[in-house]
């Protein structure tokens, strides 16, 4: 007879985990020993090492509705009380991959405002019944929010909608529960990234260089651990306001 694992208490729950920020988080998140559940789109090899690490990983589509409520009922499953919510889960869509496609369109608001919204409404129990003095709720939102772009209308515009949300669930939770933003801008490159591209994006910050994901690692353990910063957006950005 198979007996069912125990639920986790004061978990942080980290969506899209599976590469790139959202995984160098996950790995952070376990080197300190915190009780972890990943949700991911695509198996990739990371998966399984996270999995062999003890995270508790969940296979989600956040882009559709069903995949949100899938994805709830599955931390409800595995959690008794949650320290913190990650939303990480994203997709740096053009507009020219949504123009003609209005699944595209749809794809970023349910994974950039939906899925926020329907995993803190839904998981705001378990974020009260942490054991923590208070619990965290982070949006990863994009500098380019402040600023808006040409090329990426309907993503801007998504990420700006989750910066509204920080706002309305900052004053919704409060007192117990804190919902802040980070906003990144230009932290790694992609492989295919060529010269060209690298130095005109590096042009664009104050500071110039490509930091790596720890500096939003930084960022996320800071909103984390004081207890004084609730309805606000950080930015990461190296400087780009002020360039």
């Excluded at 599976?18 to 991911?40: C, K, M, N, W």
């Excluded at 989750?162 to 990144?184: D, G, H, M, W, Y």
């Amino acid at each position: 007879m198979s007996c069912a694992r125990a639920r986790l208490r004061d978990a942080v729950l980290l969506t899209g985990g599976g590469q790139r920020l959202g995984l160098y988080h996950a790995e952070r998140f376990l080197d300190q020993g915190t009780p972890l559940i990943v949700s991911y789109r695509t198996e990739r090899p990371a998966i399984e090492r996270l999995r062999a690490r003890g995270a508790r990983v969940l296979q989600a589509d956040l882009s559709s509705p069903e995949g949100i409520d899938a994805l709830v009922a599955a931390v409800r499953n595995e959690a008794e009380s949650l320290r913190a919510i990650i939303h990480n889960a994203s997709v740096w869509l053009t507009d020219e991959d949504v123009r003609d496609d209005p699944a595209g369109f749809d794809m970023l608001m349910n994974l950039h405002v939906r899925a926020p919204w329907r995993i803190n409404m839904a998981c705001a129990e378990l974020l009260r019944a942490t054991s923590a003095t208070f619990a965290d709720v982070i949006h990863i939102t994009d500098t380019s929010v402040r600023k808006g772009s040409s090329q990426r209308t309907a993503y801007v515009a998504s990420k700006a909608a989750l910066e509204s949300l920080t706002l309305s669930f900052s004053a919704k939770f409060a007192p117990r529960i804190k919902v802040n933003s980070i906003a990144p801008g230009l932290i790694m490159f992609n492989e295919g990234d060529d010269e060209a591209y690298r130095q005109d994006r590096l042009s664009s910050s104050a500071l110039g260089f490509e930091p790596g994901p720890d500096v939003v690692w930084q960022a996320i353990r800071f909103l984390m651990d004081n207890p004084y910063i609730t309805g606000a957006s950080l930015p990461v950005d190296g400087g780009r306001n002020v360039k």
